[in-house]
């Protein structure tokens, strides 16, 4: 059968002559399209909650890492004389002392912001200052700070340690 260009196309009755039936999407088709959308909606809202805990873990390492950084920082550049040894190069035994930055043994807060407010993590900061062993009978001390602080249920520490000897 021909059309001509005076007449519409219509290509239902063009597939009906050719004995093809019309094809359309089920009910269940589409359900099934839905459902498969919504298991991937799914994985994809779990995997960035996951990511979101992981940044936010990130954070808090990162700032852990900058107290402990400041205090040996602060370690490394306070005078060491005979005659004048800082609070925080005096020896302790090996299991150490909490320390703060203001020398006292309160918790060391481990600040985060976390989308737009501000994250307080209470942690405690134990100072380790040894003496080592030399053959010329130097003061040279190690000092050690290590942090724990609790996130999501577990405990979780950063250390970090280095070596000073008198001025």
């Known amino acids: ?17 050719l004995g093809r039936p019309l094809r359309a999407f089920t ?15 799914g994985g994809i809202m779990h995997a960035m909650i996951l990511l979101n805990r992981q940044a936010m873990l990130s954070r808090i390492q990162t700032n852990a890492r900058v107290v402990v950084q400041r205090n040996i920082e602060r370690a490394l550049a306070e005078k060491f004389t005979p005659i004048q040894i800082p609070e925080i ?15 006292s043994s309160a918790p060391v807060a481990v600040v ?7 994250v307080t993590i209470p942690g405690v900061l134990n100072r380790i200052v040894t003496q ?9 001390r190690r000092v050690t700070f290590s942090l ?20």
Do not use: Q
């Open 89 to 103: 190069l005096e020896l302790t035994d090996s299991s150490g002392k909490p320390w703060n930055d203001d020398g």
């Open 1 to 17: 059968m021909l059309y001509s260009s005076e007449r519409e196309f219509d290509g239902s009755k063009a597939l009906r002559a």
């Open 112 to 118: 985060v912001e976390n989308g737009g407010s501000t």
């Open 148 to 167: 724990s602080y609790p996130f999501r249920g577990r405990t979780l520490s950063y250390s970090a340690s280095t070596i000073r000897s008198r001025d």
């Open 132 to 140: 080592i062993a030399n053959p010329n009978g130097a003061d040279i």
């Open 27 to 41: 009910l269940i088709e589409v359900i099934v399209a839905c459902s498969v959308i919504a298991i991937a909606f």
